[in-house]
């Protein structure tokens, strides 16, 4: 046997035949006990040979099969026990071959090859101490033993990644205690505490379907593993499905009522969903500050649940929006983000706070990131919504220019027109610097261009759309904001700008 068995031990030839008697007399005479026993001892090496043929055919539950016939024949020969646990080592029962192994060595201390297994059965296990000694004890048998002494060497390796990992969990560097888990597993591929150990920190890292694996592999095996069912339904936990969570949880405390790990989830995972669900029926009778502390409270319970809590942070941030604190909004529903990068309504509630607060640039990124996701007609229509804002927003606020309200009425238009037409006419100004002259020439002319658009019912439908206005024919930059003026107030010699006294003016009209 190559890696886990070795070799079995050397085949025995049958005893031969007495000189002058014949192996198929007609009237064999009478057999005394001792040719019972060596008859006994012929069938058992027989048993040991077939078994040992079909060994080294690769065929390991036949050769099994013919080595416990072996041992049942004759149960005193520590070479059968031996060779069952090489198979079974090779079959991956490492428990079972341990227990052969240790039979062999009880039945013969010298056994170099029985201790050898032994040792290779308590590594594979994960136990490297037990194993060092049974490979010191090869050692102090045949201290040239180089499979002993390679051996030696592999269960202080797996010795130092252990110390290492232990260190590692309590810095909570979870990836590195993977990374030695994983080390320690090339030499102990039977050892569930191992397996645990790493499923555990997959879950912690977020990385649930392979912690899942592991975890389910060692329940298949053994269906009443504490550590395997707590390691599940952490699992389920971190995906928030707490409910079926809590029943792993309460399994495990079944199995272990000390399991320390699967109490303490437990006590979190109750208490997690009462706290959400409370803030939940809060929210929906509108109780929006109940709600935004019951969320706050549950936030608090498990910092570690990336998942729920990202629900938790958007759900607050829901009510936040709602008691129009949107930019607390904003930032609860950046830190679901940060939690799960793939929480949509996180995204899409975050956008809808950025276009209440007009932050049109930041609302089309989200939307576009949605719509990449999800390509629905909703999200097209969003994202299509939010750019066409966003274009807006980047021309001349024409309401924001006469100081309207964008559902004004034409003749609060036209009033703000004449307020601010007034207010900025180039002629009122006259007396001050060139500076000013200018600034106040230039408001006076975007006041016209307000007005030109909002008072003519097709220019505001098609700036109120988002249309290019320049694309429509409509070139701004040509028109005379004086004959807007003059047109308004009943042509030339409709008034005058009069000085009563040092920046003081009045109007006086025909």
């Known amino acids: 046997m190559a890696a886990a068995g070795g070799d079995c031990d050397v085949i025995m030839a049958p005893a031969a035949a007495p000189p002058g008697v014949a192996p198929h007399s007609e009237a064999p005479a009478m057999l005394s006990d001792d040719d019972e026993d060596a008859g006994t001892r012929r069938e058992a090496e027989s048993y040991k040979e077939q078994g040992n043929a079909f060994y080294a055919k690769k065929d390991y539950n036949e050769a099994y099969n013919y080595y416990t016939k072996a041992i049942d024949t004759c149960p005193n020969n520590a070479s059968y026990y031996g060779n069952r646990a090489a198979t079974l080592m090779m079959l991956g029962r490492f428990r079972e071959a341990l227990e052969d192994a240790q039979q062999s060595v009880r039945m013969d201390d010298s056994f170099v090859r029985g201790h050898?297994?032994?040792?290779?059965?308590?590594?594979?296990?994960?136990?490297?101490?037990?194993?060092?000694?049974?490979?010191?004890?090869v050692l102090e048998l045949d201290h040239q033993?180089?499979?002993?002494?390679?051996?030696?060497?592999?269960?202080?390796?797996?010795?130092?990644?252990?110390?290492?990992?232990?260190?590692?969990?309590?810095?909570?560097?979870?990836?590195?205690?993977?990374f030695c888990m994983d080390r320690a597993l090339e030499f102990a591929p039977a050892c569930h505490r191992f397996k645990i150990l790493k499923a555990e920190c997959l879950a912690l890292l977020g990385r649930y379907p392979e912690a899942q694996s592991v975890a389910s592999d060692i329940l298949r095996i053994d269906s009443t593993n504490a550590d395997a069912l707590y390691v599940r339904g952490l699992c389920l936990y971190y995906e928030d499905c707490i409910e079926k969570a809590v029943q792993f949880f309460v399994q495990a405390l079944k199995m272990a009522p000390d399991h320390d790990k699967a109490c303490l989830a437990c006590r979190n995972a109750k208490a997690l969903k009462a706290k959400k669900d409370d803030g939940n029926k809060a929210f929906k009778e509108g109780n929006y500050k109940l709600a935004f502390e019951l969320y706050t409270e549950a936030l608090a319970i498990d910092p570690n649940n990336r998942k729920t809590n990202a629900k938790l942070y958007c759900n607050r941030g829901t009510v936040n929006s709602k008691l129009r604190k949107l930019d607390e909004a904003i930032e609860d529903c950046t830190n679901a983000i940060k939690l799960d990068d793939t929480y949509i309504k996180a995204y899409l509630r975050r956008a809808q706070c950025y276009m209440d607060t007009e932050q049109y640039e930041d609302a089309v990124r989200d939307y576009e990131k949605v719509y990449q996701t999800e390509k629905t007609k909703e999200h097209k229509q969003l994202l299509k919504?939010?750019?066409m804002e966003l274009k807006k927003s980047k021309r001349k606020d024409y309401y924001k220019i006469l100081g309207v309200d964008k559902n004004a009425s034409e003749d609060e238009i036209k009033k703000a027109y004449r307020k601010r037409a007034l207010m900025h006419h180039?002629?009122?100004?006259?007396?001050?610097?060139?500076?000013?002259?200018?600034?106040?020439?230039?408001?006076?002319?975007?006041?016209?261009?307000?007005?030109?658009?909002?008072?003519?019912?097709?220019?505001?439908?098609?700036?109120?759309?988002?249309?290019?206005?320049?694309?429509?024919?409509?070139?701004?930059?040509?028109?005379?904001?004086?004959?807007?003026?003059?047109?308004?107030?009943?042509?030339?010699?409709?008034?005058?700008?009069?000085?009563?006294?040092?920046?003081?003016?009045?109007?006086?009209?025909?």
């Open 116 to 137: 050898l297994r032994e040792g290779k059965c308590h590594l594979s296990l994960g136990n490297a101490m037990a194993a060092s000694r049974c490979f010191q004890r």
């Open 145 to 178: 033993n180089v499979q002993a002494q390679q051996e030696m060497n592999n269960a202080r390796t797996v010795l130092q990644y252990e110390k290492i990992a232990e260190v590692d969990f309590e810095k909570r560097d979870f990836r590195k205690v993977v």
């Open 385 to 387: 919504n939010a750019q």
């Open 426 to 510: 180039p002629d009122r100004h006259s007396g001050a610097s060139a500076e000013i002259q200018k600034e106040e020439e230039k408001k006076f002319k975007e006041v016209g261009e307000a007005f030109t658009i909002l008072s003519d019912p097709k220019k505001k439908a098609r700036y109120d759309s988002g249309q290019d206005l320049e694309e429509d024919g409509m070139n701004m930059g040509d028109f005379d904001a004086n004959n807007i003026f003059k047109a308004f107030f009943g042509g030339p010699g409709g008034f005058s700008f009069e000085a009563s006294g040092p920046g003081n003016f009045f109007f006086q009209f025909g």
